[in-house]
């Protein structure tokens, strides 16, 4: 007779743990959208590196169109190219964080998470000399439960996610390059997420570049290219300023 009590409070914590920061997130994910809309900005993304081909063949790729992007770092990535992080920051790409060995804050202890998002934000500020309060901090699978959300909050550290997925590690869904421009350009601009982790098969680094290359084309038609962190620093239209 006491079980609905216990049923609500499962429920309630359920919500609390799992549901709350998915709809928090995926909110956030819209008002990204919105805000490339006004500004006519794409900010093209790079998760879970960096490597030392697929990330210099990017760069250069970024340096011939004179594009910043934002790097979201795995920290068993920095481990052994450190000085790749600090060449990123050289060349004017912001480097956030993206945790420690990506860790699925749904599919984990909790405590796990907390450790993978702390030790990942030390990590980067070690490398970089930035404070966690002046980086980015993007969820391993775009997930988080209640406490990681907490703990990235307590640090002052921006969440930021994405609208657009490259598609670049799944072989299960194929976007050509040109459908991917196409998806940008029909929503007026976007966050890109794409992936430099380090690939064994060349085809599958050049994809990571062809779409990159497609993507950047669309400079000529007008968008502009910017890091996360400016898109979200520019001055909001003032009709749009409650968003
Ligand atoms: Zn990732």
Redesign the pocket.
């Known amino acids: 007779m006491h079980l609905l009590p216990i049923l609500y409070a499962v429920l309630g914590a359920a919500v609390a743990y799992w549901i709350l920061p998915w709809l928090w997130l995926r909110d956030r994910k819209r008002q990204l959208l919105v805000r490339c809309r006004e500004q006519r900005a794409i900010a093209v993304t790079f998760?879970?590196g960096p490597s030392r081909e697929l990330t210099s063949a990017i760069t250069a790729e970024l340096a011939a169109a004179e594009v910043p992007a934002s790097f979201f770092l795995l920290g068993v990535s920095v481990q052994d190219h450190e000085d790749i992080v600090r060449d990123l920051l050289d060349q004017g790409h912001q480097v956030g964080c993206?945790g420690e060995g990506?860790v699925h804050h749904w599919k984990s202890p909790p405590w796990a998470g907390l450790v993978d998002t702390y030790r990942g934000l030390r990590r980067l500020e070690r490398v970089t000399g930035l404070p966690a309060a002046a980086m980015q901090f993007r969820p391993?699978f775009g997930k988080l439960n209640l406490l990681s959300l907490l703990f990235v909050w307590w640090h002052r550290t921006p969440i930021v996610m994405w609208t657009h997925d490259g598609h670049d590690t799944r072989t299960d869904r194929d976007l050509t390059p040109a459908e991917l421009a196409d998806g940008l350009r029909a929503t007026g601009g976007g966050v890109l997420l794409l992936h430099d982790f380090h690939r064994h098969i060349e085809d599958e680094r050049a994809q990571v570049v062809n779409k990159l290359q497609a993507v950047l084309a669309l400079r000529h038609e007008g968008f502009r290219f910017v890091r996360l962190r400016d898109l979200l620093a520019a001055p909001r239209p003032p009709a749009s300023r409650t968003l």
Do not use: A, F, L, M
Request: aromatic share 0%.
């Open positions: 998760d879970d993206h990506h391993p």
